[in-house]
């Protein structure tokens, strides 16, 4: 115990990540101990997040012991902060009745998401599991598609009457706030369940407890429908800095709220996709990659570099047709690597930026020909700008003014070549309705190394004169 103590002690002074290392080193090293007691202490003054990334650092047969340490409603709350793969893991270790306590209490939102990773059949038992009114919020939100509102949305808000009095609507907040995911906003609907205002938890406390709610609400309400992409609720509740965001259906009927932590959720969740699209589509939704196995990650990396081994075949083939001025002027051979080079990079910086503007709606005031033309410009610039330099650096290295000359004029138009390329082809694949961050790369990199070759041999014959 004294070592339990002395932990304790020691955790008011280190940082958050120090902290969640301490936690985890020191509960490995108490579990494998067999103190399963003291284990339980070092758990009590960490919050519910850094357990459940102390118990996700374990090795996997000590995830379902380590939480077996929690009382119910703290496993109840770090069960929603477990990466999917430990949830699914537990689901199938711990007893039945353990794993009802937990699901039937999550919040409708998160059970939804965690039945979203589930295999149908483990789904279809704890569906059967749940009591009758969380076994029906869970069947409606996952009759919604995937990556909609009504997916993501949770069920848990307290909706008041515009003839309430504010003192009315305080008491109902105080009976329901407990069952409620969010209480800062009170949404007002009429006979029909139809969403026609909404009031803060600030306008009631300082308005009169006699004062009628339809006299103090905002009947100017922005909301959602259950069909809104996921992205566009993030993108709103981002622009308005809400808390939260009503949602309804066709019937303009109030049937849930996206809430701030969600969105988050779908932001970190939409950035890790596309951060693993640009690299190639390296890792599907919802897997851990550093979890997976190595032959599946093999398996989701070799498409692409396989499109660019392909690639690469239809580049070398053009440059062995090239062999006549090769031939004469060897020294031409040396840059090709430099201009196909500097051109997929040029041409990867413009399909970032115009992803990101896409992604963040910057760009939507701007067409796609302005856009595209205005990357063609920066293109043109920046060509200007690394072919004077790569002309002087050739003809230092080789002596030949007609080679250096033919080197940068080529990386000019490459340069313009890679910008307009990387800024159309997402346009492109948008209009495909493919995903821009999973296609453009691959297809730059072909545009720039095949026709930036061509280029650069049909530049050096006219510049050369062979």
């Given at each position: 115990?004294?070592?339990?103590?002395?932990?304790?002690?020691?955790?008011?002074?280190?940082?958050?990540?120090?902290?969640?290392?301490?936690?985890?080193?020191?509960?490995?090293?108490?579990?494998?101990?067999?103190?399963?007691?003291?284990?339980?202490?070092?758990?009590?003054?960490?919050?519910?997040?850094?357990?459940?990334?102390?118990?996700?650092?374990?090795?996997?047969?000590?995830?379902?012991?380590?939480?077996?340490?929690?009382?119910?409603?703290?496993?109840?709350?770090?069960?929603?902060?477990?990466?999917?793969?430990?949830?699914?893991?537990?689901?199938?270790?711990?007893?039945?009745?353990?794993?009802?306590?937990?699901?039937?209490?999550?919040?409708?939102?998160?059970?939804?998401?965690?039945?979203?990773?589930?295999?149908?059949?483990?789904?279809?038992?704890?569906?059967?599991?749940?009591s009758p009114v969380e076994r029906q919020?869970?069947?409606?939100?996952?009759?919604?598609?995937?990556?909609?509102?009504?997916?993501?949305?949770?069920?848990?808000?307290?909706?008041?009457?515009?003839?309430?009095?504010?003192?009315?609507?305080?008491?109902?907040?105080?009976?329901?706030?407990?069952?409620?995911?969010?209480?800062?906003?009170?949404?007002?609907?009429?006979?029909?369940?139809?969403?026609?205002?909404?009031?803060?938890?600030?306008?009631?406390?300082?308005?009169?407890?006699?004062?009628?709610?339809?006299?103090?609400?905002?009947?100017?309400?922005?909301?959602?429908?259950?069909?809104?992409?996921?992205?566009?609720?993030?993108?709103?509740?981002?622009?308005?800095?809400?808390?939260?965001?009503?949602?309804?259906?066709?019937?303009?009927?109030?049937?849930?709220?996206?809430?701030?932590?969600?969105?988050?959720?779908?932001?970190?969740?939409?950035?890790?996709?596309?951060?693993?699209?640009?690299?190639?589509?390296?890792?599907?939704?919802?897997?851990?990659?550093?979890?997976?196995?190595?032959?599946?990650?093999?398996?989701?990396?070799?498409?692409?570099?396989?499109?660019?081994?392909?690639?690469?075949?239809?580049?070398?083939?053009?440059?062995?047709?090239?062999?006549?001025?090769?031939?004469?002027?060897?020294?031409?051979?040396?840059?090709?690597?430099?201009?196909?080079?500097?051109?997929?990079?040029?041409?990867?910086?413009?399909?970032?930026?115009?992803?990101?503007?896409?992604?963040?709606?910057?760009?939507?005031?701007?067409?796609?020909?302005?856009?595209?033309?205005?990357?063609?410009?920066?293109?043109?610039?920046?060509?200007?700008?690394?072919?004077?330099?790569?002309?002087?650096?050739?003809?230092?290295?080789?002596?030949?003014?007609?080679?250096?000359?033919?080197?940068?004029?080529?990386?000019?138009?490459?340069?313009?070549?890679?910008s307009v390329s990387g800024s159309a082809?997402?346009?492109?694949?948008?209009?495909?309705?493919?995903?821009?961050?999973?296609?453009?790369?691959?297809?730059?990199?072909?545009?720039?190394?095949?026709?930036?070759?061509?280029?650069y041999f049909n530049l050096a014959r006219?510049?050369?004169?062979?």
């Amino acid at each position: 115990m004294t070592e339990t103590n002395n932990l304790n002690s020691a955790l008011q002074d280190v940082s958050r990540r120090e902290l969640r290392d301490l936690v985890r080193t020191q509960l490995r090293m108490l579990l494998e101990a067999g103190d399963l007691q003291a284990a339980k202490s070092i758990l009590i003054p960490v919050q519910p997040a850094d357990i459940a990334e102390a118990i996700e650092g374990l090795p996997e047969a000590m995830h379902a012991l380590a939480f077996r340490l929690l009382s119910k409603s703290e496993a109840i709350e770090v069960y929603e902060y477990l990466d999917y793969s430990v949830q699914e893991r537990l689901i199938e270790e711990l007893k039945s009745q353990e794993v009802r306590d937990i699901v039937d209490q999550m919040s409708s939102d998160d059970r939804a998401r965690l039945f979203d990773e589930l295999p149908a059949k483990v789904v279809n038992r704890l569906l059967e599991q749940l009591s009758p009114v969380e076994r029906q919020a869970t069947a409606l939100l996952l009759g919604y598609e995937s990556g909609t509102a009504g997916r993501i949305m949770t069920l848990e808000f307290i909706a008041l009457k515009d003839n309430f009095t504010v003192s009315q609507a305080l008491e109902r907040i105080r009976s329901l706030a407990n069952a409620s995911e969010m209480i800062y906003y009170l949404y007002v609907t009429d006979a029909a369940r139809s969403l026609t205002g909404i009031v803060s938890l600030r306008e009631l406390v300082t308005s009169q407890p006699e004062q009628m709610i339809g006299d103090i609400m905002t009947r100017d309400v922005i909301s959602i429908h259950t069909d809104t992409d996921q992205e566009e609720v993030a993108r709103l509740i981002q622009r308005y800095d809400f808390l939260a965001v009503p949602v309804v259906d066709k019937e303009e009927r109030l049937v849930g709220i996206v809430t701030v932590d969600d969105v988050i959720d779908i932001l970190q969740q939409e950035t890790t996709e596309d951060i693993y699209a640009v690299g190639g589509g390296v890792q599907s939704s919802g897997d851990n990659y550093f979890q997976m196995d190595l032959m599946q990650v093999a398996r989701k990396r070799v498409l692409w570099l396989f499109v660019l081994l392909i690639t690469n075949t239809v580049t070398g083939t053009i440059i062995k047709s090239q062999e006549d001025i090769l031939t004469k002027v060897v020294t031409l051979t040396a840059f090709i690597p430099l201009l196909t080079g500097t051109g997929g990079n040029v041409g990867a910086q413009s399909s970032t930026v115009v992803i990101r503007g896409m992604n963040t709606d910057e760009i939507r005031s701007l067409g796609t020909l302005q856009v595209i033309g205005r990357e063609a410009i920066a293109g043109a610039l920046l060509g200007v700008m690394l072919g004077s330099i790569a002309t002087i650096w050739a003809y230092f290295l080789q002596g030949r003014l007609e080679v250096a000359i033919a080197v940068g004029s080529s990386l000019v138009a490459i340069s313009v070549l890679a910008s307009v390329s990387g800024s159309a082809l997402p346009f492109l694949f948008r209009f495909l309705r493919l995903d821009p961050a999973l296609m453009s790369a691959p297809f730059i990199t072909t545009a720039v190394d095949v026709l930036g070759v061509l280029i650069y041999f049909n530049l050096a014959r006219v510049i050369l004169q062979l």
